[in-house]
């Protein structure tokens, strides 16, 4: 599986945007870009996802550079409840690898009041 | 809209004793249905998934199994536990919609191995 790597913590104050890099240099072609955050004591819940162009939807936007090689999940107005463990991740498009995600340790996000 | 249950919300359990945990999802057909792990102060870590009734998937050789005896009901057993078992079970489901298999998570379940 394609890895990607994240800073381990960010911090954010309340009503500030958040941007959260992910670097993913050996994607492939076919390769999805998914998002997920896991509050505390919850399951993950999915964030957002996309293949090449930005993304937006009612949680956030997902900016993806335009090698792929890189994405930034962008929080417009952080809030409390935004304080979670975010995760990016590569889902391949083929296979087994059309249905498994690998977590990995993601970016710990803090949102100061 | 898609439901996902996950029964108990904690257990605690003997080492040696066995174990059943159960997984449904309402309002989808025929969905992805995984099985995570997630040891305290770990990452998630898939442990099964299954694409259809009685079609299971093991990601990694351990003391589990699963099961899948209906379309939307997914059995995470043991018949032994051991302490190393101890973790947060998360169930999640996922349908090809728009390509992207995103996945949906249960309220898992908390597990302690005494």
């Known amino acids: 599986d394609a890895k990607t790597t994240q800073p381990n913590s960010m911090e954010s104050n309340e009503e500030e945007p958040v941007h959260l890099p992910c670097n993913h240099s050996?994607?492939?072609?076919?390769?999805?870009i998914h998002w997920y955050r896991q509050l505390p004591s919850q399951g993950p819940e999915y964030v957002i996802h996309?293949?090449?162009s930005n993304v937006n939807n009612r949680m956030a936007s997902l900016a993806i550079a335009e090698d792929r090689k890189s994405s930034t999940l962008i929080l417009h107005r952080a809030t409390l409840r935004d304080a979670a463990v975010y995760y990016c991740?590569?889902?391949?498009?083929?296979?087994?690898?059309?249905?498994?995600?690998?977590f990995g340790k993601g970016t710990l996000l803090t949102v100061n009041p | 809209s898609q439901t996902i249950h996950q029964w108990p919300a904690t257990l605690v359990q003997p080492v040696g004793s066995p174990l059943s945990l159960e997984c449904t999802v309402e309002?989808?057909?025929?969905?992805?249905l995984y099985w995570y792990r997630q040891a305290a102060g770990r990452g998630l870590q898939l442990l099964f998934y299954?694409?259809?009734?009685?079609?299971i998937s093991s990601e990694v050789p351990q003391n589990l199994s699963a099961s899948r005896p209906q379309d939307r009901q997914f059995i995470l057993s043991s018949k032994k536990l051991l302490l190393s078992d101890s973790g947060f079970y998360l169930c999640?489901?996922?349908?090809?919609?728009?390509?992207?298999?995103?996945?949906?998570f249960g309220p898992g379940t908390r597990l302690t191995v005494t």
């Open positions: 996309g293949l090449t």
């Open positions: 299954s694409v259809g009734i009685g079609q």
């Open positions: 050996t994607i492939s072609g076919t390769d999805y």
């Open positions: 309002g989808t057909s025929n969905p992805n």
């Open positions: 991740i590569l889902r391949g498009n083929s296979g087994g690898s059309n249905y498994k995600l690998t």
């Open positions: 999640a489901w996922s349908t090809l919609t728009g390509g992207a298999y995103e996945q949906y």
